[in-house]
């Protein structure tokens, strides 16, 4: 059974950049032809996909965000990685890592303020 | 991006009673190469994942409760709840992962007991 756990600062400062990790128990990242989400929630609204990479590394971002997020993975480590640049208030949120649409982390929150 | 609009945004049911929520995507998310719908529903309870509850637009994740059902194709496509009960309070949304992401959600329906 894969699971997904994410880990990461949970308070970051304005203008600084937000680092996650998921990591993957239970199955290989690099099997299965799946695609390794990373999606974020406001408080108490909606869910807003940022991006994926996939089974042979190509990566997707929202447009939205594209000037600011990596999304890397680290097979050695059997993780994949979120980074995010220039973070402000708007960027505080609750960040989960997803494979495919059925496996998702327990989620982190991640607060910007100085 | 192809935008998800569902409908009603709440909706209070009694105990035992049918719960419809709908969903519609800006532009079809069926495949014509294989005939699926990129289409999910999910449900989140308050501190909660979202949990997969449908994909494929119609099949159901194992586990869930066959008083789950979806249903549509292309652009229209309806989540039933046939039986409602205490533990089915939630939120829930669709996502359409067709194609070129981003891959977006509905904004959520909660589901209340009447």
């Known amino acids: 059974q894969v699971q997904l756990q994410e880990s990461g600062p949970g308070l970051v400062k304005p203008s600084q950049t937000l680092s996650l990790t998921c990591n993957v128990s239970g199955g290989s990242i690099s099997s299965g032809g799946y695609y390794w989400n990373w999606i974020r929630q406001h408080p108490g609204k909606g869910l807003e996909w940022i991006g994926y990479?996939?089974?042979?590394?190509?990566?997707y971002y929202n447009p939205s965000l594209k000037s600011r997020i990596t999304i890397s993975v680290d097979t050695s480590k059997n993780q994949f990685s979120l980074k995010m640049s220039s973070v402000t208030a708007a960027d505080t949120a609750v960040y989960y890592c997803a494979r495919g649409v059925g496996v998702w982390g327990q989620g982190t929150l991640v607060t910007v303020s100085s | 991006d192809i935008v998800m609009t569902q409908s009603p945004d709440s909706l209070a049911v009694s105990l035992g009673e049918r719960a419809t929520i709908n969903c519609k995507s800006s532009q079809s998310v069926l495949s014509s190469s294989n005939n699926l719908n990129y289409l999910a529903w999910y449900q989140q309870k308050p501190g909660q994942p979202p949990k997969v509850l449908i994909y494929w637009a119609s099949s159901r994740e194992s586990g869930v409760p066959d008083r789950f059902s979806g249903s549509g194709s292309g652009t229209d496509f309806t989540l039933t709840i046939s039986s409602l009960q205490a533990e089915d309070v939630a939120v829930y949304y669709c996502?359409?992962?067709?194609?070129?992401?981003?891959?977006?959600f509905g904004q959520g329906t909660k589901v209340e007991i009447k």
């Open positions: 996502q359409q992962y067709y194609n070129t992401p981003p891959w977006t």
């Open positions: 990479i996939n089974y042979n590394g190509s990566t």
